[in-house]
């Protein structure tokens, strides 16, 4: 059996989208992130003329959890091994999958189709600005907890 070719350290590494287990991974998350958030919309069901409450806590729980991953791994260290892992898993699969801007939109544009134009834009205006919130509030949680571990 030939002898398999030497890595040339030239040439740079596959990132990781690329790659079959990156792709595994973000996969894994995304469809743990979709069922995860199914389910909260089971629970918080959407009716017509009302606050989607299901979606709105959806994305705002996503940009919170990618605000404190994102910030936790990168005091942790530089993106690779496990780190560049559980982002993949966590932040691009499960985020990704939980979050759905989609969803915000249509039903923004149902909500303003069905006469509710300032309920769709309170929607969409406030899903928006506490998602923004969400996010900076994950990464100060983080930053306080690596500072707390590290004292």
């Not at 017509?48 to 979606?55: D, E, K, L, Q, Y």
């Not at 982002?87 to 990704?96: H, S």
């Amino acid at each position: 059996m030939p002898e398999a070719a030497p890595i040339d350290p030239d040439t740079p590494a596959r990132p990781p989208h690329l790659r079959p287990d990156g792709v595994a991974l973000v996969f894994v998350g995304g469809a743990a992130g979709t069922a995860a958030r199914y389910g909260l919309t089971r629970a918080w069901p959407t009716t017509a003329g009302s606050w989607p409450t299901g979606t709105f806590l959806a994305n705002l729980a996503g940009a919170f959890v990618l605000g404190l991953l994102l910030e936790l791994l990168l005091r942790l260290g530089p993106d690779t091994g496990w780190r560049q892992r559980l982002r993949l898993v966590g932040g691009t699969g499960f985020c990704g999958g939980f979050t759905t801007y989609s969803t915000l939109a249509v039903e923004s544009e149902l909500l303003a189709r069905g006469g509710d134009g300032g309920l769709a834009f309170g929607y969409l205006a406030g899903t928006v600005l506490a998602g923004l919130a969400a996010v900076v509030l994950g990464m100060v949680v983080a930053a306080a907890l690596t500072r707390r571990v590290q004292q």
